[in-house]
């Protein structure tokens, strides 16, 4: 097969991705585009939670009160997070009884962390973040919405490497494909040149979302590897403060969290800014270092990518783009192919 047959078998193949998948690139672009920033927008959206008076901390006791006094008969605590910087304080709880598909519905409490004042009570399963996300991770579609998005992010892999093919100058030099004026419409100018600056960072934001949809097929964990659901204990025998201080005798840091115990586990599971984790056994209160987990490997670094977590303002603004653009892609792509059955009618008919 020469150069023009195998251009013109990637021409088909690349408008037939953009042309079948153009109605779901969008919203999974889109919403990828706006969970790069999404704590800024939470706090855009929900700034009750986050309308704090100060970063003092009390005692974590005060704020497990705090929220009891709010929460659901039957819910139980799960977990307290204190914040990094000025967030909130968080205390989660779950009901006692497992649903019969899916996790268990949580609610979660943000306190003021100097006054331990209620700052707001949600579901966590709630909200245009949580929306965005399960509508980039599944497209809210129940059971193989992860399959789909899968398989998107296979398509999108190939759509971006013939793209790139399609826009290297068939004649002269390749330095032409960087010249504005390639067509005479803007559209066609505007789906090169998005098409070549994106190229190479949707074909990486395509593989880690694979990656991520089909964890298996890499060597990852099994998707239904996830363990049954087992409700915190309704009653420990430890308090949260005992735990806290049984925990710092073992190692001193800035506390993040607290996990309660659960029907499964009696222990408690105190964690540290640094990652350090204690463990403390309800019944007498025998305070262990636990395992140190694996701080790097490929899956934590293929998430990081994808989702731009701690990877710099470079990056995350490359995610961005590598979200907005393919659904300008996506239009212009339409616009160019119906542009040109417009063109092939004309010509039919003069013939």
């Not at 195998?6 to 193949?13: A, G, S």
């Amino acid at each position: 097969m020469n150069a023009v047959k195998w251009r013109k078998t990637w021409f088909q193949v690349h408008k037939w991705i953009g042309l079948t998948l153009a109605i779901l690139i969008i919203p999974l672009s889109l919403s990828g585009a706006a969970l790069v920033w999404r704590e800024p927008l939470d706090r855009l959206i929900n700034a009750e939670r986050y309308s704090t008076s100060g970063t003092a901390l009390l005692a974590p006791e005060t704020y497990v009160a705090a929220a009891q006094r709010v929460l659901a008969s039957g819910e139980r605590i799960s977990d307290l997070g204190l914040p990094e910087r000025d967030g909130p304080v968080t205390v989660s709880a779950v009901g006692a009884q497992a649903p019969r598909r899916g996790p268990p519905p949580r609610t979660i409490v943000y306190l003021d962390p100097p006054t331990a004042r209620v700052l707001a009570v949600a579901p966590r399963s709630g909200g245009v973040m949580r929306f965005l996300h399960v509508l980039h991770g599944s497209l809210q579609v129940p059971g193989i919405g992860r399959t789909i998005v899968g398989w998107i992010g296979v398509a999108m892999l190939l759509s971006s490497m013939t793209g790139l093919w399609l826009w290297w100058p068939s004649v002269g030099r390749w330095t032409k494909g960087f010249r504005w004026r390639r067509h005479r419409n803007t559209d066609s100018n505007l789906h090169y040149q998005m098409g070549f600056w994106i190229a190479l960072p949707l074909f990486v934001l395509s593989l880690t979302g694979v990656w991520i949809s089909f964890p298996s097929v890499f060597g990852g964990r099994e998707g239904g590897g996830r363990p049954a659901f087992a409700p915190p204990v309704a009653e420990p025998a430890q308090s949260v403060d005992t735990v806290v201080a049984r925990a710092a005798g073992v190692a001193k840091g800035p506390l993040r969290s607290v996990g309660w115990p659960t029907e499964r586990s009696a222990d408690w599971t105190v964690s540290l800014a640094d990652g350090r984790r204690i463990k403390v056994a309800d019944d007498g209160g025998v305070a262990v270092a636990a395992a140190a987990r694996k701080p790097g490997g490929a899956a934590r670094w293929l998430r990081r990518i994808h989702d731009g977590d701690d990877m710099g303002i470079v990056w995350q603004v490359v995610i961005f783009l590598g979200g907005l653009l393919p659904a300008g892609l996506a239009v212009t792509g339409a616009i160019m192919w119906w542009r040109a059955r417009g063109w092939r009618a004309k010509v039919a008919a003069r013939g």
